[in-house]
């Protein structure tokens, strides 16, 4: 099931983004008229619809895979947080007839009711993400049931739907994949621009997915926050072993990089700064934060690999946050540059005449 899902959120994350990036490209394609744009279309839509069908192929799998190697979990969280996966099914089949429309619409409807149906197809698709990742925040923060004698009774799957970590981790996973995929097309643009080939075509598409990519890192560290602040609170064994936070005290350090040593309860090579776990998870930097040593040992994650799988997402998302940075920096100063270019600047020469240079 683990490479299931390994697969499957990929093919999940271009099929959120990608068609926002098609609709993009047809759009001016209708406003300009430039050709350029409406191939760029159609080239995009060919590898949404490829990834429609892969990401089909292996939710269904997943399906499957919930009732056959969970079926008691299933048997009792199934009716509860059930709701989400029905709507995500909704989303789902709308998402596939947008697409059928889209891909088959070309030269036969109105030009804005074909690209609406576009719009259609990254909207749903979406959607149908949050709705997975609603239902698997509520197996980090169960809510909306009460436990009473072994059975599970008053039933709310609305409450069970909207759980305290819904939206931290719907947020965080959304902008997740504006940023893995806005940066991935990029870097294929890039690519194809660096060899010299059909550079308009790869310039046009790098600068619409680049602008997708790039707000997306820059947003992801806060979005960050909320979800670290939030599993503070629901999930403080994650944390303790996202950070290999072993011995609870005030002033809680934040660790960068480094290797657990589980054995001595520490960490080999890394860089600690003093306080700024408790800064980040209590917005001060005195307050503890609970470590593993609050944790019952059977209780814990494996802490190697959830430490060091954390701190290559976030070594990777501060590396997309820069370039982002970098990007809108270097725009900026080109667009101030080009304007002092053509403004006519004064020169003088100390007589009272006023020469004009451009």
Partial sequence: MAISLGFHIIYSCIGMVMPLFMAVSHYKWIKTGDTVYKNITQAWSKGVAIFFATGAVSGTILSF????????????????????????????????????FFLYGWGKFNKWFHWGTGVLVGVSGIASGILVVSANSWMNNPSGFDYVNGQYL????IKAM?????????????????????????GIHALMIARKKNVLFHTKAFKIAIVFGAVAAILQPFSG????????????AKLAAMESYFHTQPYSPLVIGGIPDTLNKKVNDGIEIPGLLSFLVND??????NALDKIPTKNQPPITVTHLAFELMIAIGSAMMLIGLLYFIAIWKKKKL???????????FGNPVWLYSR
């Fill in 338 to 348: 080009a304007v002092k270019k053509m403004v006519p600047q004064p020169v003088y």
């Fill in 154 to 157: 008053n039933v709310d799957p």
């Fill in 225 to 236: 926050d909320i979800s670290a602040k939030n599993a503070a609170k629901v999930q403080p």
């Fill in 162 to 186: 909207f759980n305290g970590s819904w939206f931290s981790e719907a947020l965080h996973m959304t902008l997740a994949a504006f940023s893995a995929t806005g940066f991935a097309v990029v």
């Fill in 65 to 100: 895979e919930l009732g056959l190697l969970w079926p008691k979990f299933m048997e009792h969280a199934g009716p509860i947080f059930g709701m989400p996966f029905s709507l995500e099914g909704v989303a789902f089949f709308i998402e596939a007839i947008a697409l059928g």
């Fill in 284 to 289: 001060n930097f005195k307050q503890p934060v």
